[in-house]
């Protein structure tokens, strides 16, 4: 499979606490851990891990800059396989988020704003005709647009991550073949968001619920839902960006039906929250 994936990247630091602390206090950290971030570039690295080390190319095209930030993010990035690929011009420093882990897995998240396009970076574009699969999530939304643009005319399935309504979604979800929601994502209008995904054009919509059934249409009137295994979460951090990552590598590189993809999605994702870190659960579905 080659699979571009296009979006957002950050440097998470991860801090496990027993409770939020209140305005103005401090608290104590029981773990603590550093890891590439991002939902395009966590869905890469999972997809890279699934794919070992065969005859494949996953590669994310991202706004990357310079600094000790990016440095440990493509140095872990390249450690699991993925190809980096720099959109327009360099960037500062990659941005750095913060995360809480409270009991029950919980994660409260602090960010810096969502990346814009930068400079020049339409002239980066790779070329569709390199790729099997493109994975947008809304992020650097004029880059995203373009691709899926491209990859469209040239009949190459586009995945949209659709965690959020933010600028550029009504042309991306005009756009994708295959959109995956969060709960948390709504049209404009409101209705129905696997009958609004289709009916904006693409081929195939689910939408995930973090552990409760993750509902599915395709075009051709099939339906159904997936209920992801029961497990005792610990960390819930990027659990969605593995679902991504591991469902493009199961449609697209192993050739599974639409709902059968989703439900190895649902599966690795689940085995990711009863580990630390964003990395686990992939290793454990490749071993």
Known sequence: MRALFLGGHTFDLVYRLDALPAE?????????????????????????????SGDHSIVFAGALGQ??????????AEGHGVILHRLGARTGDAPCASIALTPGGLRTIWSPPQAETPEGALDDLPAPQGFDVLLVDGQLPDAAVSAARAFRAAGRPVVLDAGSWKPGMEALTGLA??????????????????ARALEAGARAAAVTSDGAAIRWRTVDGSEGAVTPPTVDARDTLAAGDIFHGVYVWFRYGAGLPFDRALAEAARVASSSVVHYGPRAGGVAARS
Do not use: C, H, M, W
Not at 32 to 47: C, H, Q, R, S
Not at 188 to 194: A, H, I, S, Y
């Open 24 to 52: 103005n206090a401090k608290a104590k950290a029981d773990r603590v851990y550093t890891a590439a971030g991002g939902p395009a570039l966590n869905a890469a690295i999972t997809a890279a891990i699934l794919a070992g």
């Open 67 to 76: 600094g000790p930030l990016t440095e440990a993010v493509q140095a872990e």
């Open 177 to 194: 073949t295959d959109i995956i929601a969060s709960s948390a994502f709504a049209f404009p209008e409101g209705g129905d968001v696997l």
